[in-house]
Structures are given as C-alpha cells and as structure tokens.
C-alpha cells in the first residue's frame, strides 16, 4: 500500500499560493531581495507561514509560524529562476509575479557546467546561503531547480527542436552538461539544508526522504519517442542513483508518458498534471506516488461541492489513496478561502471514510 522510501500518510495535501495572491492579500513584494537578502529570506516566509496559519491552521499549513527558519529559496512559491540566470539568462523581479526568465536565445546550447558555479548570480545565491548559516546555524528549504529540457529552451530557445534534428549528439551533449549542473547544484542544497524539491512542490515536505525532483513541464511540447532518444537516458541515471526520484510533469497530458515511465528503473513519485488520466497512469505506473494537480484556473469557477466531486473522482481513479497525494498550485489572488479549505475537507473526508473500510 504504501512506498516505504516515502512512509507517508494517507493521502497528502499542500498548496501554492501565486505571488499575486500575496502581494495582493500579505504585501509580500517580490523584488531580487525577497529571493537573495538575508534578512528579507527570515522576515518573509515567516510571515507567509503566519497568513498561512491564521487562515487554514486547522488544516496544518503554517506549523512554523512561531520559529525562525532560514529558507535558502521561496518556498512557499512556485518558480524556477536561479539555474537560468546561472547560465546567462537574464531575469525580470517585479513586486507581485514570479520571477520571469528572458530566453537567451543563444546561437548554440554550449553549456560548460563549471562556469554556472562561478556566475554572479551563484555567488550571490552562496553569499546569502552563508550569511544565513553564520547568523542562525542552521539552514532549511531549496530551490526549483527545474529541468534539462525547461533550461535548454531558456538557453536556447525554441531554435532547440530544430537541433534535436539537425544535430542531434551536440543536443545530447548539452543536455547532459545541464543535467551535470542541476545534479550538482540540487545535492549541493541537499547537503545543506536537507531537501532538494520542496520548491519544486511542497507536497514532498510530508516524506520521510527528500525527493529528487526532476521537473518536465516542457516534455509536453515533445514526442515520447524524442524523450526516449534526448532525456530518458538523464532520468534513467538519476533513478539509479537518487532515491526517491520523481518526475514533476505539470502538462495536461502525463498519461502520454506512462508506459515509457514505467521502463525507467525507478519511479517513486510523479507529479499528474491536470487534466492527466490518473486511471491509465496508475495502469502503467502501480507502486509509483501519484500526486494529483488541481487546476488553479478551474478551482476558482467551482463551488466546494464541485471540488469535492473532483478530488472523489481522482483520488478514486488513482486507486490507493496511500500513493496518491493533491496539491493545487499557483492560485491566483481570486481565489476564495472557502474553496481552498474544500481541498482539504475533501481530502480529510476521504481518510476518514477509508478508515472506515479498513476497519
């Protein structure tokens, strides 16, 4: 029933607030420094664990409210920003969006791995990762370290499918050199503070392990049988090596992937994006972790009986409710309390009635 690598609860939930909803309902600005100073690191997530708390408490969202955590990274947020800017990317930090990358669209996807770690925004990053351990001794989060394919299109730009055909052993190539910087950068956070993927998606917080995360958000935009050439080789080594693995796939066609999924060594957790056929993934996929992905654009048009419909109806279709997790990701500031709370209501009601029949 359960994975013993992950030795979760029945059927964890969490979700991510956008920064519009934060700027909008906390006055969280989301400049450079709320991502790279020190003191806005502690003062910040402090205080979205206190919002978090005074609204769904009963819940379990803002345990940490009391305590000062030095979070290396947002972890309260959804983006991936930092591995881009590690390799030449410019980024864009407005007060109330994500960070937004600006494609380099460089002229070929020559990546040297050793030149990200001697970046400015590195060592920006290393300088305040320091100064928080200096001053509090401890360190605690990560940050979204994205994806091979998600960075090369940020470094190269949609010029790189016409490479994959046109020349196809310098992308593999590439592809591996970003691989290399995202396995060192992601062990050298775990290292640090203990995780790797909570900025990917903070469900991964209610395991025993943390989870290497690979997020794929862009193999939507490609074959099974590209993944299989270009990517599947890069995962298949990591599965090997970081346990648990997963795969974040936050398109709304996961299940294209499942049977070429169930081929790699090991798959301990995978992100469904919405939309995703949960019944034919958990055909292929039968000892994996399905973390099932609201739609953050249909939660706000349903009442709280149609999310509890919703939520029934994967959470059934995933069939064990031991591997099977929801999240909502990246709400808007639209977003009412009350259909926040019925995620979890659901969820809670759930456990309950499984209960019942376990017994």
């Known amino acids: 029933m359960k994975n013993p690598l992950l030795n979760n609860e029945m059927l964890p939930v969490d979700i991510v607030l956008a920064p519009e909803w934060w700027h909008k309902h906390a006055g969280i600005c989301f400049d450079r420094d709320f991502f790279f100073h020190p003191a806005r690191r502690i003062e910040d997530e402090q205080k979205m664990e206190k919002v978090l708390n005074e609204k769904w408490g009963r819940f379990g969202l803002g345990s940490e409210k009391d305590h000062i955590r030095p979070e290396v990274g947002a972890v309260h947020?959804?983006?991936?920003?930092?591995?881009?800017?590690?390799?030449?990317?410019?980024?864009?930090?407005?007060?109330?969006?994500?960070?937004?990358v600006v494609p380099q669209s460089a002229a070929e996807l020559n990546i040297v791995p050793d030149n990200a770690f001697k970046s400015p925004a590195f060592d920006a990053f290393l300088k305040m990762i320091d100064e928080l351990d200096r001053r509090y001794g401890k360190l605690y989060g990560d940050v979204n370290w994205s994806g091979v394919l998600n960075v090369a299109l940020d470094v190269r730009g949609q010029d790189i499918f016409i490479d994959m055909f046109s020349n196809p052993d310098k992308v593999k190539q590439g592809f591996r050199n970003i691989g290399s910087v995202l396995d060192k950068f992601a062990g050298l956070i775990e290292?640090?503070?203990?995780?790797?993927?909570?900025?990917?998606?903070?469900?991964?917080?209610?395991?025993?392990?943390?989870?290497?995360?690979?997020?794929?958000?862009?193999?939507?935009?490609?074959?099974?049988?590209?993944?299989?050439?270009?990517?599947?080789?890069?995962?298949?080594?990591?599965?090997?090596?970081?346990?648990?693995?997963?795969?974040?796939?936050?398109?709304?066609?996961?299940?294209?992937?499942?049977?070429?999924?169930?081929?790699?060594?090991?798959?301990?957790?995978?992100?469904?994006?919405?939309?995703?056929?949960?019944?034919?993934?958990?055909?292929?996929?039968?000892?994996?972790?399905?973390?099932?992905?609201?739609?953050?654009?249909?939660?706000?048009?349903?009442?709280?009986?149609?999310?509890?419909?919703?939520?029934?109806?994967?959470?059934?279709?995933?069939?064990?409710?031991?591997?099977?997790?929801?999240?909502?990701?990246?709400?808007?500031?639209?977003?009412?309390?009350?259909?926040?709370?019925?995620?979890?209501k659901a969820a809670g009601e759930l456990r309950q009635r499984t209960k019942r029949e376990e017994t």
């Open 77 to 100: 947020l959804a983006a991936g920003y930092l591995i881009s800017e590690m390799l030449g990317c410019d980024v864009n930090y407005t007060e109330n969006h994500p960070p937004q």
């Open 191 to 344: 290292k640090r503070t203990g995780t790797s993927s909570i900025s990917v998606n903070r469900n991964v917080r209610h395991f025993d392990k943390p989870v290497f995360l690979h997020s794929e958000c862009s193999h939507t935009m490609i074959s099974v049988a590209d993944y299989e050439k270009f990517l599947m080789p890069i995962d298949i080594a990591w599965s090997l090596r970081h346990r648990p693995f997963g795969i974040h796939y936050c398109g709304t066609d996961p299940h294209r992937y499942a049977q070429v999924f169930a081929k790699l060594p090991h798959l301990d957790f995978l992100d469904v994006g919405w939309g995703g056929n949960v019944a034919k993934i958990r055909e292929f996929l039968p000892q994996t972790f399905l973390n099932i992905r609201l739609s953050p654009v249909e939660i706000i048009k349903q009442s709280p009986g149609e999310i509890n419909s919703t939520i029934t109806r994967l959470v059934s279709e995933s069939a064990n409710p031991y591997l099977t997790g929801l999240c909502c990701i990246n709400m808007d500031d639209t977003v009412t309390d009350e259909q926040i709370s019925a995620i979890f």
